[in-house]
């Protein structure tokens, strides 16, 4: 139960706080990854994730050593260097967020490299669309495997089973690991919802951190007296025990009183032919408290103007989801783990939408 490192949370909603992990939790979480992975000695995997993040540490190397397999790491990731290791290695599994999935498929050079002897696809640490996980099993071929990960959870709570239909396997992150127990909450009440509703994810086991290094207010925020660690995400689980994360708590938007996730409206808005990536975060609003915002990165060479992507909603989702507001940009700003800050893109937005002193009239 000693401590064995200290952990930094990525930052994408706020400052990072340092979790204190043991060397119990890591190395259970890394082994029991390693075996539902399927992993062994054969194997030769490619960690793009660098090494302070819980998945380039827990995932991309405890689990990945505790199997006996053959390491080839990144030291920072790049696309094309992912590309030629995982090509020229040989390399039967690979991963990575999924911004470092879209940044490989996405590159111009991509059907120049052999990926043949790819088995094995791993993502997790933020929603998953599954769009991308078609577009890796269809133009890698590899199985996919989704992962639901926290730092304070020594990274793994849930993880597809190799068994699973690959439609399941898209579309959650799939089951508890072994010893490790799951709820969905409603975060007003703090009671377990039934099946299929929507709520706040809980998890209690031998991975939940000791705690924020010197934050005693957050842990205490995180962890309730029962030992349940409260993770700030929305999620639903089905009668079989397979989660589906819909969102972050914390991303949720209110329009008029109505609940929305911005994870649905990415999902479609991803689908359209020239959308390489959208994120959509809410933005204040003096009618409606808050409207949607799409900030969209389109593909190379493609053009796609707002009044056209507000014709492709028309009709195919409810007219509350339609963003109010379609932003383009070449970038997003990113955390060092490569996962996009949400609250970084709603900043900049209302300044450039002028709609500072709405903001400012809402949080007072």
Request: aromatic content about 6%; some cysteine.
């Amino acid at each position: 139960l000693d401590p064995a490192m200290i952990m930094y949370t990525s930052g994408t909603t706020g400052s990072p706080k340092g979790a204190v992990l043991t060397h119990r939790s890591l190395l259970n979480n890394a082994w029991l990854q390693a075996q539902r992975w399927g992993l062994d000695q054969t194997d030769r995997y490619c960690t793009p994730m660098p090494f302070f993040h819980a998945g380039g540490c827990v995932s991309g190397i405890l689990a990945v050593l505790s199997a006996g397999c053959t390491l080839h790491p990144l030291i920072a990731f790049d696309p094309v260097k992912a590309l030629q290791i995982n090509s020229s290695e040989r390399c039967t599994g690979s991963g990575g967020v999924p911004t470092m999935l879209l940044a490989m498929l996405q590159h111009p050079d991509f059907d120049q490299y052999d990926l043949s002897s790819l088995k094995l696809i791993i993502s997790g640490g933020t929603s998953i669309p599954v769009a991308l996980m078609e577009q890796v099993h269809e133009r890698i071929g590899a199985d996919v495997s989704i992962v639901y990960a926290q730092t304070e959870s020594s990274c793994t709570m849930t993880q597809t089973l190799p068994d699973d239909p690959f439609e399941r396997k898209a579309a959650t992150c799939g089951v508890p690991l072994p010893h490790t127990e799951i709820k969905v909450i409603d975060p007003a009440t703090g009671k377990t919802v039934p099946c299929g509703e929507r709520g706040e994810i809980c998890c209690r086991g031998y991975q939940v951190m000791q705690g924020y290094y010197k934050m005693p207010e957050k842990t205490a925020q995180a962890i309730d007296s029962d030992g349940w660690l409260h993770t700030g995400d929305l999620a639903t689980m089905d009668a079989s025990g397979h989660v589906n994360i819909v969102g972050r708590l914390k991303d949720m938007v209110i329009r008029g009183g109505e609940n929305l996730f911005p994870t649905e409206i990415e999902e479609f808005l991803l689908r359209h032919p020239k959308v390489a990536n959208v994120q959509v975060v809410g933005v204040p609003d003096a009618f409606f408290g808050e409207e949607l915002l799409a900030v969209v990165i389109l593909k190379s060479g493609e053009e796609l103007s707002e009044q056209e992507l507000r014709q492709y909603c028309q009709g195919q989702i409810s007219h509350q989801k339609i963003p109010r507001y379609f932003q383009f940009a070449e970038s997003y700003p990113m955390t060092a783990s490569g996962k996009v800050q949400k609250f970084v893109l709603r900043e900049h937005a209302i300044k450039e939408l002028g709609l500072e002193k709405i903001a400012k009239v809402k949080m007072a």
